[in-house]
């Protein structure tokens, strides 16, 4: 089996990237040769405990807060590519959400993607390159699909959506390909802050339960983080040269 070299000598910034899909693309990209990464989450221990075969940089922190990123900036010389990548589950209806409830959600989803994202902009032109670089936000399924009881984050990764393509437009002079992708079912951690869910996993376990919910997708199942992390790699990589502006909607079918 041949194994892809595409990203060597690169670096990559990741946010999001202690568990999920976060973690499965910095592993991803360190197996495909990336040179250096730059990894954000608020879980330290997370991040610390990836075995990566690359030079890593983590930093503990908010992607909300703009501080972190004022301290991020100078890491980020020579960066190619960008992963923006963190956020947290918002359940609710429209009606019964507090005000508080809409901004935790706002506030890294949409708030802190688009700070990654001008941090990233930045660093990638800042290099000169004539080669530019690459972005791409993760997204959501229910970003295209409304799904009740999720307003706030349907309603942040819609706009996240939206961001990529007017990055894309703005920054296509500098060869700068923004994308984003819109995943359905992931079996990630970030479930695991709704009641629901606990509710059910306290009840027949968490395997019946993701089992369960994969239902409401055509092919039966929930996609796997790695599954998304090679999605995002090849928009991120140079077999996707030509793609920018686009939402890969990657839902076994939901959307239909």
Same mark, same amino acid.
């Given at each position: 089996m041949t194994t892809l =070299?595409?990203?060597? %000598?690169? @670096?990559?910034l990741v946010t999001g990237a202690a568990s999920g899909i976060g973690a499965a693309c910095a592993t991803l990209l360190a197996d495909r040769g990336a040179a250096k990464l730059i990894l954000v989450d608020v879980d330290a221990e997370g991040m610390a405990a990836l075995d990566l075969d690359c030079e890593v940089e983590c930093v503990t922190g908010s992607v909300a807060d703009e501080a972190l990123w004022d301290a991020i900036? &100078? #890491? +980020?010389? /020579? +960066?190619?590519? !960008?992963? !923006? =990548?963190a956020g947290v589950g918002g359940y609710g209806t429209i009606d019964a959400l507090s005000f508080e409830e809409w901004r935790r959600v706002m506030a890294i989803n949409l708030d802190g993607a688009f700070l990654t994202l001008r941090a990233g902009l930045r660093a990638i032109k800042a290099n000169g390159k004539d080669t530019g670089g690459s972005?791409?936000?993760?997204?959501?399924?229910? /970003? !295209? #699909? &409304? !799904? &009740?009881?999720?307003? *706030?984050? /349907?309603a942040a990764k819609a706009a996240v959506s939206h961001m990529a393509r007017i990055a894309a437009m703005e920054n296509a002079g500098a060869n700068i390909r923004v994308n984003a992708i819109a995943p %359905? %079912?992931?079996? @990630?951690?970030?479930?695991?802050? /709704?009641?629901?869910?606990n509710a059910s996993v306290k009840a027949i376990g968490r395997?019946?339960?993701? #089992?369960?919910?994969? #239902? @409401?997708? *055509? =092919?039966g199942r929930f996609a796997t983080s790695e599954e998304i992390a090679g999605s995002i790699l090849y928009l991120l990589s140079d077999a996707g040269s030509n793609i920018t502006g686009h939402v890969l909607v990657s839902d076994g079918g939901f959307t239909l």
């Open positions: =070299n595409d990203f060597a %000598g690169r @670096t990559a900036e &100078p #890491k +980020l010389q /020579g +960066l190619d590519h !960008v992963i !923006v =990548n972005a791409v936000i993760t997204s959501s399924s229910t /970003g !295209v #699909k &409304p !799904v &009740p009881g999720i307003g *706030p984050y /349907g %359905g %079912g992931v079996d @990630t951690a970030i479930w695991e802050t /709704g009641e629901d869910f395997e019946e339960t993701i #089992k369960r919910m994969s #239902k @409401t997708t *055509p =092919n």
